[in-house]
């Protein structure tokens, strides 16, 4: 089945102990991307990445590092979580050739509470 | 700055009852305006693509048009499985075709 898996879907953490919440894709998209939700603000994106070893900061990048070194994953890494981080988080993915006409495809979600 | 606003924030319908969400955009080369559904602890999921002004696109109860300014989502006959929020977002043009997201609209809808 197609789809974008993210992992983990729920956590719970302390401020500034590094976490990395992984995303997976298996259609061999070229774009990917995270976003994050949090109430009356929509999704805002984070980073994203065209392809292998190209990435760029989305509009809230601050407190975040993403990598991709494979095509299939692209993490996203909070080096030293802060409460303001607590989010719904969604990795979405989209091969460059149809994002025009079928948008991202979005992996199921992971929600962060940093305490 | 490019924006999309969605309006109501929330709407609750009785089964049968039509109505209709608004998406409003402000965006420079506007290339595409997309539809989601998204269900409680779910990913957005694609609905529709419109990309310009004039056009309409159909999908068992819903019904998505595009102006030159905004997009609206009707639904014709509303059933409670169509309870979710519905997320409108504007595809800007350049190299990486960036979707910028409304907030959405919850709607309920009761037996």
């Known amino acids: 089945e197609a789809q974008v898996t993210q992992n983990p879907r729920y956590l719970i953490t302390v401020t500034g102990k590094k976490l990395t919440v992984t995303c997976s894709q298996n259609?061999?998209?070229?774009?990917m991307s995270w976003y994050r939700q949090d109430p009356g603000l929509g999704l805002r994106q984070i980073y994203y990445s065209m392809n292998v070893e190209v990435t760029d900061k989305g509009d809230v990048p601050e407190g975040y590092k993403v990598s991709r070194k494979e095509k299939r994953n692209f993490p996203l890494i909070l080096e030293s979580p802060s409460p303001n981080q607590t989010s719904l988080y969604f990795c979405a993915s989209s091969l460059k050739k149809t994002a025009t006409l079928y948008g991202y495809t979005f992996g199921s979600g992971t929600r962060l509470t940093v305490v | 700055e490019d924006q999309v606003t969605q309006s109501p924030e929330a709407l609750r319908l009785q089964e049968g009852e039509s109505s209709s969400l608004n998406c409003s955009y402000t965006v420079s080369g506007l290339r595409g305006l997309f539809w989601y559904r998204q269900d409680p602890g779910k990913g957005p999921e694609f609905l529709f693509t419109l990309y310009s002004a004039g056009e309409e696109k159909e999908k068992e109860r819903l019904k998505a048009t595009l102006t030159k300014k905004e997009s609206f989502l009707h639904i014709t006959a509303p059933k409670p499985e169509d309870s979710a929020t519905y997320l409108c977002a504007v595809q800007e043009g350049g190299g990486y075709n960036k979707l910028i997201f409304g907030a959405g609209t919850r709607l309920a809808v009761h037996p």
């Open positions: 259609m061999n998209h070229e774009y």
